[in-house]
């Protein structure tokens, strides 16, 4: 395997280059920065100079998989290699997108915010939370079937988006983290007890607040990975940015019109003071790991709403400037959740 990715590899280099490229080098290299193996950037920089496959732990990070989803890796090298299909993935929230534009319009927009607020947990729960709308939808699945978040026959929900936080074992204990929270903060070290039942969760990140240990059992369910990057993530961007300015003056704020105009926008910010000008938002969050690919992707979209406003997680704000530059001409603006708010609140004359 590693020799085909070496050939692959070597094609993409100038000839001279790719004859000193032998099987230690790129060995050595995949444990590190990828920037060293890629061939020179042509003209802007390449997004992936920095990207690291590995953890501390020596293990494939999680956000690699998102990269084969949102990249288009060919199916047939992820059926070789990786069990988790890219095609599965694609098609997955594209049925939750199906699903969703069939409900009646009260029904989607309560649908839209259960993925963001009931992610996962306790089967009764869920089913209790979902309601009539549970039987209309099959994307959760057992976290029994899921190893990767099991620690002693235990899971822990992350405080932000309930979805199950990663555990990787670290020496004698666990790092136990959400891949898409750990850069605000939560991050934990699992120590084993010595008896039965859970060992001590410990924070380690500044959002790191108490979660109570559920058990890995088949009678706790969650959405599936794809479900929970495109659609849980997302809503949890909308909705934080809804609890941001509800409430302010001037402010009106309408979530998910998008029944009419499908995948459009999916938040409307209207500012309008008395005696100036009204102010148009029209919001819609997006949580990919790569920026790269959600560029392409939006480019690639036939319909693309001019005056549209994507909003990235804060973390991601670094990389907005080269999304922006990605769809500018298409009349497309780039920002994060806590700026946007911040030009709200600006607009209505709000304290920030
Ligand atoms: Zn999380």
């Known amino acids: 395997m590693l020799m085909d990715c070496l050939a692959v590899l070597r094609a993409a280099h100038q000839p001279e280059r790719a004859a000193q490229f032998g099987m230690k080098e790129f060995r050595q290299g995949l444990r590190g920065p990828l920037g060293p193996l890629l061939p020179p950037a042509s003209g802007r920089s390449d997004r992936f100079d920095s990207m690291r496959l590995f953890d501390a732990q020596g293990l494939v990070r999680d956000a690699v998989q998102d990269l084969c989803s949102e990249h288009l890796v060919p199916q047939v090298a992820l059926e070789q290699y990786w069990p988790w299909a890219r095609v ?13 534009r069939r409900l009646a319009p009260e029904d989607y927009r309560r649908a839209r915010v259960l993925l963001g607020t009931h992610a996962a947990g306790p089967v009764r729960e869920l089913r209790r939370q979902w309601d009539r709308l549970w039987m209309r939808f099959d994307f959760f699945e057992s976290v029994a079937d899921w190893p990767w978040c099991q620690v002693d026959g235990w899971w822990y929900p992350c405080p932000v988006c309930r979805w199950p936080m ?34 001590e969760l410990t924070g380690t990140g500044k959002a790191a607040v108490a979660v109570t240990p559920l058990p890995a059992s088949s009678d706790h369910l969650t ?41 459009e926008y999916d938040l409307h910010i209207t500012v309008a003071v008395p005696g100036k000008r009204t102010r148009h938002w029209r919001v819609d969050a997006k949580a990919w790991e790569s920026v790269v690919a959600l560029g392409k992707a939006l480019t690639a979209r036939p319909a693309l709403r001019k005056g549209l406003t994507i909003v990235l997680p804060d973390h991601q704000y670094s990389e907005r400037y ?22 709200v609140k600006a607009a209505c004359g709000a304290p920030r």
Do not use: I
């Open 88 to 100: 599965r993935a694609e098609q997955e929230e594209q049925h939750l997108f199906d699903l969703m």
């Open 166 to 199: 990663r555990a990787a074992r670290s020496g004698a204990q666990f790092d136990v983290r959400c891949e898409a929270h750990a850069p605000r903060g939560v991050h934990y070290q699992y120590t084993p007890s010595k008896g039965p039942g859970p060992g």
């Open 223 to 263: 959405v599936s990975r794809p479900v929970w990057r495109y659609g849980t993530l997302p809503v949890l961007l909308e909705l934080q940015l809804r609890n941001e300015l509800v409430g302010l003056p001037f402010v009106e704020l309408e979530m998910w019109p998008g029944e009419q105009r499908p995948d």
């Open 322 to 343: 080269f999304l922006a530059a990605q769809v500018h001409d298409r009349g497309v603006k780039v920002t994060t959740v806590s700026r946007l708010a911040n030009r």
